[in-house]
């Protein structure tokens, strides 16, 4: 079946409009075959199934498809009606009223129950879900029924692919390594005390050896990819605001893995003085007292670090010379909540990386991809000597909302770098420890950033998680530093001496 369409509503007169009853069901007749009918295939336009004429309006049902929507097409017929009630008439029309809407949605078998904002209910039968709508003019008018229903197609999609399940896409790998080492790094580094649970969840304090590989990996992307390729440093802001993540598209689904941040309702410390007296009394820090005080969050912690970049663009004209633009922000951390997912030191929800930036034309933006997958193959193969590949997944902006499969624009999408982790399994498994994307125009349009000439632009990004690195690394090359490739000790150098205890 096909997406299927019923509305009933009344436009509401300022007066009786019976006298112009002839008129109106002539002019409604007509509308089929015209106003109703634009833009759709031959007979494939909206169609009025029910007329009414009483006391105090003009009362219509339309059926629908996918073509002109009910919900459209109804808002079509205010002009026209208000022009013939008001130039022979002097009938004003006041607004709409919806008394129902029914949409059904074609789908191989039911969604799991959830709720959405002005569903009355949610139904399946015979191949379709019926939602039911509790919609004003206002909602018809800002496309609130137009985002339910892409949200329930996309919801449909992505459970006849089993979930959100990726596209994956093999593009290159490294063949088969000897391996010198074979257990679970993150214990090994506990062991040696390189590294210490912080006391949050998914949090390590990193000793002094552990940070000297950190310093290696931030001096190798600085060598081979910051300073070749004329990125500049700035610091992005680690706390985001809403207004940010709905630009950038985050605001669609960021909200089971952030960490948010409230403010307090007053900086007053009379107001606050119940709590301070009663970690006095009791040593004991009362949340639920602070709960109460603290405002509604205004954002979270930093997510993905590049959208706080984008407000120092948004709005702005680019000059043609100043593109390509690259710049790189290594300031602080970043931080999701894992929930179940934790493991190790590859998986946390506090992690440092540098993330890379880049804008221009499409066909600069693309080329600047192929340039930096050429510099992370040479890192990846002859300083770090790992066995890795590639793969073309789904964009992110994608797969957060459950969509598979990849962007129609082809140029459009996201590579993952993953290493074998030996200790995982006879065949080991593998970690995406590194990623870039071509994202296309979601970020200059979204922050409404032009270019001199008004030609289109486009973005990427690639965020160097340092806990990724570390983890491929360590798990193919050991701890010990007299086994890793010579390439890597010399940029390491000595490994400072770790701090001791009795």
């Known amino acids: 079946m096909e997406l299927q369409f019923r509305i009933k509503g009344k436009f509401k007169t300022s007066a009786d409009p019976a006298p112009a009853r002839q008129e109106i069901l002539d002019m409604l007749k007509d509308a089929e075959g015209t106003i109703l009918s634009k833009g759709a295939p031959e007979g494939m336009g909206a169609g009025i199934t029910s007329m009414d004429v009483d006391g105090d309006?003009?009362?219509?049902?339309?059926t629908s498809g996918r073509y002109v929507r009910a919900h459209d097409a109804i808002l079509r017929l205010r002009k026209p009606l208000a022009e013939l009630l008001g130039k022979g008439h002097r009938i004003g029309v006041r607004g709409l009223e919806i008394s129902e809407y029914v949409v059904r949605i074609p789908s191989e078998q039911p969604l799991k129950e959830f709720k959405l904002p002005y569903v009355n209910s949610m139904e399946?039968?015979?191949?379709?879900?019926?939602?039911?709508?509790?919609?004003?003019?206002?909602?018809?008018?800002?496309?609130?029924?137009?985002?339910?229903?892409?949200?329930?197609?996309?919801?449909?999609?992505?459970?006849?692919?089993?979930?959100?399940?990726?596209?994956?896409?093999?593009?290159?790998e490294s063949g088969k390594k000897e391996h010198?080492?074979?257990?679970?790094?993150?214990?090994?580094?506990?062991?040696?005390?390189?590294?210490?649970?912080?006391a949050s969840r998914g949090q390590w304090i990193h000793g002094p050896q552990s940070v000297a590989v950190f310093r290696a990996f931030e001096r190798i992307v600085m060598e081979e990819i910051v300073k070749p390729l004329g990125y500049r440093?700035?610091?992005?802001?680690?706390l985001v605001t809403w207004d940010v993540w709905q630009r950038s598209g985050h605001a669609k689904g960021v909200y089971p893995e952030i960490y948010y941040v409230c403010p307090p309702k007053t900086r007053d410390p009379e107001f606050w003085?119940?709590?301070?007296?009663?970690?006095?009394?009791?040593?004991?820090?009362?949340?639920?007292?602070?709960?109460?005080?603290?405002?509604?969050?205004?954002?979270?912690?930093?997510?993905?670090?590049?959208?706080?970049?984008?407000?120092?663009?948004?709005?702005?004209?680019?000059?043609?010379?100043?593109?390509?633009?690259?710049?790189?922000?290594?300031?602080?951390?970043?931080?999701?909540?894992?929930?179940?997912?934790?493991?190790?030191?590859?998986?946390?929800?506090?992690?440092?990386r540098i993330e890379l930036v880049f804008m221009g034309t499409p066909e600069q933006v693309v080329a600047h991809s192929e340039d930096m997958q050429k510099r992370y193959m040479h890192i990846f193969n002859d300083i770090l000597d790992l066995e890795w590949r590639t793969a073309w997944v789904t964009p992110w902006f994608m797969a957060q909302e459950g969509l598979a499969g990849l962007a129609t624009e082809t140029r459009v999408g996201t590579i993952d770098y993953e290493a074998v982790m030996p200790y995982r399994g006879e065949d080991g498994e593998w970690l995406e420890f590194q990623n870039m994307s071509v994202n296309g125009d979601k970020y200059p349009k979204g922050f409404n950033v032009k270019s001199q000439s008004n030609k289109e632009l486009w973005s990427g990004c690639s965020g160097i998680g340092l806990e990724r690195w570390a983890s491929a690394f360590y798990a193919q090359k050991g701890l010990d530093a007299d086994g890793w490739p010579d390439a890597f000790r010399e940029i390491v150098g000595e490994l400072p001496e770790g701090i001791r205890f009795l």
């Not at 309006?57 to 339309?62: A, N, S, Y």
Request: glycine residues 10%.
């Open 57 to 62: 309006g003009v009362g219509l049902e339309i």
């Open 124 to 172: 399946y039968a015979d191949g379709a879900i019926t939602l039911s709508l509790e919609l004003e003019q206002s909602e018809i008018e800002k496309r609130v029924p137009d985002r339910i229903i892409s949200l329930v197609e996309d919801k449909v999609k992505a459970q006849s692919y089993g979930g959100k399940g990726e596209h994956w896409n093999l593009l290159w």
């Open 180 to 198: 010198v080492f074979d257990s679970d790094p993150t214990e090994e580094l506990m062991k040696r005390g390189w590294i210490k649970r912080g």
């Open 233 to 238: 440093e700035m610091i992005f802001p680690k």
């Open 273 to 352: 003085e119940e709590v301070a007296d009663y970690y006095k009394v009791t040593l004991e820090v009362p949340l639920d007292m602070i709960a109460e005080k603290i405002d509604k969050p205004i954002g979270g912690l930093c997510y993905a670090q590049c959208p706080p970049f984008w407000p120092f663009l948004q709005g702005e004209t680019m000059p043609d010379d100043g593109l390509p633009l690259y710049v790189f922000d290594r300031s602080g951390t970043s931080h999701r909540y894992e929930s179940g997912g934790l493991h190790g030191m590859e998986r946390v929800d506090e992690f440092h």
